[in-house]
């Protein structure tokens, strides 16, 4: 049922770090390092849900698209590395200490899902897991003494190590208020995260991951332990859920059920697909994409003043996001991922007159 | 082949194999002797490729026993008898269709690498150096195969010829010490079957691998295989040298018809 | 009696379960897709019904006509917008289409109705009856079994009597292999999803009888029907049925003996079903009549 | 090198065919006839396009993300270039694809049962019994395809095509993984067919064989035509026994 | 460490220009309790224009500013990021959860806004309940009862939704168990998401009550009292505010809902004669389907709007003058809600303790008691 476009890893083509092609991220990341501090407090806050989205985002791919697990849980995970946050952020544990337990208790309840991937496949693995979204609420308003219940619980800002993600206090000369440390923890997360994939992904585990997606019986043939790689892909994607839902509770600042219904699974799915299974760079472009656009969308259905009477705008707004949805996906299967690596192509084939890998 | 591979007996007996009231295999047994080239035939259905599926590990028989040297196959799971050094070669083409002609390869070198999961999230140390190393390794295979040129191309859009090899060179980066190979030469013309032919004869002579080979095409089995056996109906019906199998009118008449190379 | 009063209670939500994880199983059966706009076409068909027979005030057949052909046709449409171009590309895609044509019925739904309570104008009202053994049930509630009795039937002699029944599961396997044995897949598609938009309407309705009502909050019913779908087999219509019986069953049962109970809490019968489904899955991958995926090398 | 000309209609005539998919030119300007009644072989190396030609003639390249550029097929004298799939298979043609294709985790019945989609006659369960009977391998028609060998998914494969009774019977390889003894069952099969009038269209990788079957065939390379005529005559060509006879020269 | 960075850049106070007020509101317009979201938001926007009309406040027009949240928490913490900069204060939050999640925010810049509950908890924050919390609402109907229905003694039980309000209404049981000396009975909440209300309908008969309790929203609420009504569970029912609409009364629960319901509520009569309410249905017009959240919205604006004003009278038109009104003040809702003394003492505010009593009739609500104060209303610990 997956798809997955091409294989991505590309090591020992001996690609030559030439100048002209460092400019382009160099450039990218002066602008991130920038953009906190000439975004207005709106749009800070969207780049921070954008960065944390990102984070989700490439957790769920390795789930889903190198490990070809479907899930639509995420939410879930995200929940219990949010909800421990809370959790030992009350109970005034240490930062490592919460981040130990917001990662290791998600990665151990991936771990015992696991053997449920095992036996399902596909659709009813998904829909298997969109139960746990359910236990999970379930859980939240059961044990209403730790979680605060339907009516929620506050969560604390991090310590990172002495640098207080909830001070608003000047560093380095320059402000940085808690949006913008929180920018630069998800961004350094996000980052983390990605370096980890990517590195998984083109390294002995990740291939025997994307092994068993493709062709399971061919890859035990092979010497591959499916078992252990399919449980490994759950414990580590729900340990970074965990880490992500972590570092969203602490900025969303109070957690209450809704904030982990399965339309955030949806949301994470939407990311993956958008931006391409299977893919790094995909999983951030797909999760920017997602959680900017809806914003872009109410702007634009704003500024249209016709609509600006009676909230008509913001129904506008919502269909058309479910159209852009619709017809991204109509013309696009491949996800941004796709459409970044045929510009990347053209730019290189002009550049060096690569001639297009030919297959025979 | 840089080491040579110690190659082990592999021993069959009484193996039994059913599916909801059909008897696949009913009492098979014959040796393979280590470096030996074996041919197995036998109509279709006759439990050919069900026989290679219990030597992976892929089906359970239902009886008789399975050792390759000292060591009991039966019950283990395909990625254990894989680390025993057997490798196998599908009848469909089983690769992975989304990576790399490379990646593919590289997935043979699975069992000779380290690296877990936590050390290829970090890149660090042995990770990436033995990436390096296998790499170089793989590139072996892939010129012995043919496949150096489209290393990078993802095995999807590839011609089923070229598929093919690309099977055979992920079952040689395994190093094994026995190959199971299903129908190697089907779908192929003439002229292909006969480098195919001369691709598993080398395996066999230069690298000393033992191979058991699935095949229908009789012209093949004959210019290679040292020993034929015959399965019909799940039984062994046959287990002898080419010249005398292709005698024998229980064969003749169960398979081969009037065709006798 | 409480036992026999839940028993029949779950029988009526087990019914309505049924419709909805038989809609699913059709469309499944039919392109291998989890149509999870399904669930928005219940509320639909049912403020369709309010509109045709409270506002305009047509005869309640009429009504219930018009709004399952709409809703059919809806569903047939929302198969053609991604049916061509998703042809030999990502199932995964298409299923998240479906996402996005929910996204777009509720905003559209919510526009139109504002999503308020309506009557669905059907002739039982809040009449009651008591049957044997001092069960008494709403009117409305014994219509519900019959019509999930009639529609289970129907669908059952559907794909019993007519061949379209076996080249819709054949178009779900191999679309171009269908296509080169000659089945006409865009009618297979067709006749699959317009069935499923029948099927909501009369869900949706059914779940807005006396003494439910109409309201926005019949979008998550659909949601509620997944482990039905599931324990059943996804592809399976006699396992739709058996499935949303057995979780309507337990669901209310649930409900109606661990309320009070200080462990489970009044939330665990929203759980329950998903516990069920999961334990029948672990013994049958496939629940209790899918089709097992054949996978041999 | 020439064709005789027609008597009559041709079960299947080809003109001028060009294919693509999203990234190459594959077909260029392919014609083709099958009389009814004749087997008309199809031989080319791996990669040559005899595929690609089949889904032309279905009109399966959409699925493909290709396209046939230029051309026309006809069928029994109703020209269906333009045509669906199904509409094609109405108008008489059957195909057994390359790798057979089957609905794996359909019964033997279902496969075949879908074989005659379009098919509205009484009949059809007649010929399944006669289908189940004539190859002995599909003795359990319950049993999901999936898990049948190699071969028994072949001869089904067959079956399934054969079902839709059809006029002109293209065939992608139908020998392939079948024992020496079911291949030539097949190739009798195939006489038989052509003999009930059936033009067979058939693309085979044992050249010998193919030849020996046919009165008829076409060499393709690259997309081209590179030699057509009489069988017997193809077969006694020293380039053709070169390179798709194994016969060393 | 370092410098605390200061925030409100040179003196200007958000929301607040020469000739313009502007203030904001969160509610749930396109996500699944848009059905409550959206009157509330056209109430508050009427009595804005309404304002407007007579000369806005200290002569700036007020604008409102109307932002999305879909009911989604995390969208509704980027929303009122969105409009922080430029209001001088919001008017509600729709839903409890959200409600939750944006406060802190709110509080962190010192912004004034409803909260979107009757929670009486809330007393003790810096957003104090508008109207009669819960817990006086659930007295005012034990209370009722009592005098008027004669249910001392009997059993009463209570369904309610899961959420702050069952807690408000188990203790309500509670205390009227203590001060009238009815029997409590069985208690039970479920989530909104319910499919069935058999089991709970089962488990409270069980109990064998002769009052019921209901607090929880108008479809669940109808839903519960339908499964009763047609199981035999016929007893009078008396309905939270929020658990009424009149949209329920078309459909075939209403006449079940006729027969057996009540409802306890703060809010005037749609067709009431009170001023306030006269000035709300002229602003809507004749046609307009009755609906409390219009009310509600109304209200909520009004509040707004006349705490500003009386921060402008004070010379202090910023966002701290808003809340340094509010701990004085009394404000006045024309009778659509009781007015309601503010005063703030040892960090809880007051509030209003009225209720009014309405019978579900063939026209809508009927009213039997008028605002009144449940006699056990001071049992009701200090929150
Ligand atoms: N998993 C399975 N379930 C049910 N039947 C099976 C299964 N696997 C194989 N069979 C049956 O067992 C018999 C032997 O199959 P097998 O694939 O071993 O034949 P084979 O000798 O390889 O034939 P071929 O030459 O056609 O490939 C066949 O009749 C097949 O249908
Ligand atoms: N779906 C596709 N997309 C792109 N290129 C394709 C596709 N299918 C086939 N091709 C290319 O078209 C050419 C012709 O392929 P085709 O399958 O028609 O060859 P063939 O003659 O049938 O070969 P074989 O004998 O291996 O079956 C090949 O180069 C192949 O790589
Ligand atoms: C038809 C099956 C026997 C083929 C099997 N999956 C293989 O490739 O070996
Ligand atoms: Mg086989
Ligand atoms: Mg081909």
């Known amino acids: 049922m997956l798809d997955v476009p091409e294989a991505r890893t590309r090591a020992g083509a001996g690609q030559h770090l030439r100048p002209a092609r460092l400019l382009g991220p160099a450039l990218l990341v002066v602008l991130l390092l920038a953009f906190p501090f000439i975004a207005s407090s709106f749009w800070l806050t969207v780049a921070v849900f954008c960065a944390i989205a990102a984070s989700g985002a490439l957790s769920l791919n390795l789930l889903v698209g190198y490990a070809g697990q479907v899930s639509v849980g995420h939410a879930f995970f995200l929940g219990v590395g949010a909800y421990v946050g809370a959790y030992g952020g009350q109970h005034g544990w240490s930062f490592p200490v919460i981040v130990l337990a917001a990662v290791g208790l998600p990665a151990l309840v991936g771990l015992l899902v696991g053997p449920v991937a095992l036996r399902l496949r596909e659709l009813y693995l998904a829909i298997t897991t969109l139960g746990l979204v359910y236990v999970g609420q379930w859980i939240v308003v059961a044990f209403d003494g730790v979680t605060g219940g339907v009516s929620g619980t506050p969560t604390t800002d991090l310590d990172v190590f002495g640098f207080d993600l909830g001070t608003s206090a000047y560093a380095l000369g320059l402000p940085m208020t808690r949006d913008v440390r929180y920018y630069f923890a998800a961004l350094a997360l996000a980052a983390l995260i990605g370096f980890a994939i990517y590195n998984l992904s083109r390294s002995r585990p990740g291939r025997a991951m994307m092994a068993v997606r493709d062709r399971q019986v061919a890859a035990s043939v092979a010497g591959v332990d499916v078992t252990r790689y399919k449980l490994a892909a759950f414990t580590v994607s729900s340990g970074m859920a965990g880490a992500t839902g972590l570092l969203y509770g602490s900025y969303l600042g109070y957690l209450v059920p809704e904030s982990f219904s399965l339309e955030l699974s949806i949301t994470y799915l939407a990311m993956i697909i958008i931006g391409g299974f299977g893919s790094v760079l995909g999983s951030v472009l797909g999760a920017v994409l997602i959680t900017a656009l809806p914003q872009v969308l109410s702007y634009l259905a704003e500024y249209s003043t016709f609509l600006a009477t009676d909230n008509r705008a913001d129904h506008v707004a919502v269909l058309l996001y479910g159209t852009a949805l619709v017809l991204f996906l109509l013309f696009e299967p491949e996800g941004l991922a796709g459409i970044w690596r045929r510009a990347a192509r053209r730019v290189t084939r002009r550049g060096s007159e690569q001639p297009e890998g030919s297959t025979r | 082949m840089s080491e040579t591979p110690n190659a082990r007996r592999l021993h069959i007996t009484g193996l039994g194999l059913q599916f909801a009231g059909l008897r696949a295999l009913d009492d098979v047994g014959f040796t393979v002797e280590p470096g030996e080239l074996r041919a197995l035939i036998g109509p279709n259905g006759a439990g050919k490729s069900s026989l290679l599926n219990c030597l992976s590990g892929v089906y359970r028989p239902s009886a008789g026993t399975i050792s390759y040297g000292d060591t009991v196959l039966n019950g283990m799971q395909p990625h254990r008898i894989a680390g025993l050094g057997i490798a196998r070669v599908f009848q469909n083409v089983e690769l992975f269709d989304k990576l790399s002609v490379r990646q593919n390869v590289l997935l043979g070198r699975h069992l000779a690498m380290r690296t877990g999961v936590l050390a290829g999230m970090a890149w660090y140390g042995r990770a990436a150096r033995e990436e390096r190393e296998q790499r170089e390794k793989v590139l072996h295979y892939l010129e012995y195969c043919g496949l150096a040129d489209i290393a990078e191309t993802t095995v999807e859009n590839l011609s089923y010829g070229v598929k093919k090899r690309v099977e055979y060179a992920r079952a040689l980066a395994m190093e094994p010490t026995l190959m199971l190979l299903d129908e190697p030469v089907a779908g192929m013309n003439e002229s292909e079957s006969v480098e195919m032919a001369d691709l598993v004869r080398s395996m066999h002579q230069d690298l000393g691998i033992s191979i058991v080979v699935v095949e229908h095409d009789m012209r093949f089995v004959m210019s290679l295989a040292e020993r034929v056996a015959v399965l019909d109906f799940g039984r062994l019906i046959a287990d002898d040298v080419p010249q005398t199998v292709i005698n024998d009118p229980a064969v003749r008449r169960a398979y081969l018809g009037e065709h006798a190379a | 009696m409480k036992l026999a009063q839940l028993l029949l209670a779950g029988m009526v939500l087990g019914s309505i379960y049924g419709l909805i994880a038989m809609g699913f199983a059709i469309i499944y059966k039919a392109t291998k897709i989890v149509h999870f706009a399904h669930g928005a076409m219940l509320p639909l068909g049912a403020y369709l019904v309010y509109t045709f027979a409270v506002r305009w005030e047509q005869p309640w057949g009429v009504a219930l006509v018009g709004a399952a052909a709409i809703c059919a046709a809806l569903n047939v449409l929302m198969q053609r917008i991604f049916a061509r171009r998703m042809l030999g590309r990502p199932l995964f895609a298409a299923i998240m289409i479906t996402f996005g044509f929910e996204i777009l019925l509720r905003a559209g739904m919510n526009l139109i109705w504002k999503g308020k309570e309506r009557p669905i104008g059907d002739p039982w009202g809040a009449d009651t009856v008591t049957l044997a053994g001092g069960v008494t049930t709403p009117v409305a509630s014994l219509w519900i079994l019959g019509a999930a009795a009639v529609c289970m039937a129907a669908v059952f002699a559907f794909f019993r009597w007519s061949s379209l029944g076996v080249q819709m599961l054949g178009t779900a396997s191999d679309q171009e292999a269908a296509l080169m044995s000659g089945v006409p897949i865009q009618r297979t598609f067709a006749v699959a999803w317009a069935i499923a938009g029948v099927l909501a309407v009369v869900a949706g309705v059914a779940a807005s009888l006396f003494p439910r009502t109409l309201g926005p909050e019949l979008v998550m019913l659909g949601m509620r029907a997944f482990p039905a779908a599931i324990l059943g087999g996804l592809d399976s219509v006699v396992g739709a049925v058996v499935g949303g019986m057995a979780i309507g069953i337990v669901e209310v049962m649930v409900a109606g003996y661990l309320s009070e109970s200080a462990i489970f809490g009044a939330n665990f019968s929203a759980v329950s079903g998903y516990i069920i489904m999961i334990i029948v899955l672990m013994v049958r991958p496939y629940g209790l009549f899918g089709r097992k995926e054949v996978a041999r090398v | 090198m020439k064709t005789p000309a027609p008597e009559g209609t041709a079960a299947l005539d080809v003109r001028g065919a060009c294919a693509r998919y999203q990234n190459a030119d594959v077909l260029h300007g392919i014609d083709l006839t099958v009389e009814p009644g004749r087997v008309t072989a199809l031989l080319g190396a791996n990669g040559a396009g005899k595929t690609t030609f089949l889904r032309c003639v279905l009109g399966l390249m959409p699925v493909h993300r290709g396209e046939m550029t230029s051309g026309s097929v006809t069928v029994l004298g109703r020209e269906v270039t333009r045509a669906s799939a199904q509409r094609r298979i109405k108008a008489g043609l059957a195909i057994v694809p390359e790798g057979r294709r089957l609905f794996a985790d359909l019964s033997i019945e279902q496969n075949l049962r879908i074989g005659a989609s379009t098919r509205r006659d009484k009949e059809i369960g007649q010929d399944i019994e006669q289908l189940l009977e004539r190859f002995p391998a599909l003795q359990r028609p319950k049993i999901q395809a999936g898990y049948l060998s190699g071969g028994e998914q072949q001869m089904l494969a067959i079956g399934r095509a054969l079902m839709a009774r059809p006029k002109v019977l293209l065939l992608d390889e139908p020998s392939l993984g079948l024992a020496p003894l079911v291949v030539d069952s097949v190739f009798e099969t195939i006489a038989s067919l052509a003999q009930d009038g059936i033009g067979v269209l058939l693309v085979e990788q044992n050249a010998e064989r193919a030849l020996q079957a046919s009165s008829h065939a076409v060499v393709l390379q690259a997309g081209k035509v590179v030699r057509s005529g009489a069988s017997a005559e193809l077969a006694d060509d020293p380039v053709i026994q070169e390179s798709y006879l194994g016969v060393a020269s | ?383």
């Open chain 5, 1 to 383: 460490g370092g410098a605390a960075i200061e925030t409100g850049s040179n003196g200007e106070v958000p929301g607040v220009t020469d000739d313009t007020i502007t203030i904001g509101i969160l509610p749930d317009l396109t996500g699944p309790v848009a059905a409550i979201g959206e009157p509330l938001a056209r109430g508050a926007q009427a009595y804005v224009d309404h304002l407007n009309e007579n000369g806005g406040i200290d002569g700036r027009q007020v604008e409102l500013v109307v932002k999305d949240t879909q009911f989604n928490p995390q969208r509704a913490v980027q929303e009122y990021r969105k409009i922080e900069d430029d209001v001088l204060g919001i008017v509600t939050t729709v839903g409890e959860g959200i409600t939750a999640a944006v406060v802190p925010e709110m509080d962190k810049d010192n912004v004034f806004s409803w909260p979107g509950t009757y929670s009486q908890s809330y007393l003790e924050s810096e957003h104090p309940p508008i109207s009669t919390p819960y817990i006086y609402e659930a007295l005012g109907g034990i209370d009722y009862m009592v005098s008027d229905l004669d249910a001392a003694g009997k059993t009463l039980s209570n369904f309610n939704l899961e959420s702050g309000i069952n807690e408000d209404y188990s203790r309500a049981v509670e205390i009227g168990a203590e001060v009238y000396g009815v029997e409590a009975g069985s208690s039970i909440a479920k989530p909104s998401t319910e499919t069935d209300y058999t089991g709970a309908v089962q488990t409270l008969s069980g109990g064998d009550p002769d009052f019921m309790l209901v607090g929880t929203a108008p479809a669940q609420a109808a839903s519960f009292i339908g499964t009763g009504y047609s199981q035999g569970l016929r007893v009078p029912t008396m309905i939270s505010s929020v658990g009424y609409s009149p949209t329920v009364l078309a459909t075939k629960t209403g006449s079940v809902l006729k027969e057996v319901a009540y409802v306890t509520s703060p809010w005037a009569a749609w067709n009431s004669d009170e001023q306030g309410q006269q000035e709300l249905v002229e602003a809507f017009g004749p046609d307009e389907e009755p609906d409390v959240q219009i009310q509600v919205g109304w209200v909520m604006a009004k509040g707004l709007t006349d705490l500003i004003a009386m921060a402008a009278e004070e010379g202090d038109l910023t966002r701290e003058g808003i809340k340094d009104a509010l701990s004085t003040a009394t404000l006045d809702f024309g009778g659509i809600a009781p007015s309601v003394d503010f005063t703030r003492e040892d960090g809880v505010y007051g509030t209003t303790k009225e209720t009014r009593i309405y019978k579900v009739t063939d026209n809508g609500l009927e009213l039997v008691k008028d605002l009144f104060v449940a006699e056990a209303a001071d049992e009701v610990d200090a929150p």
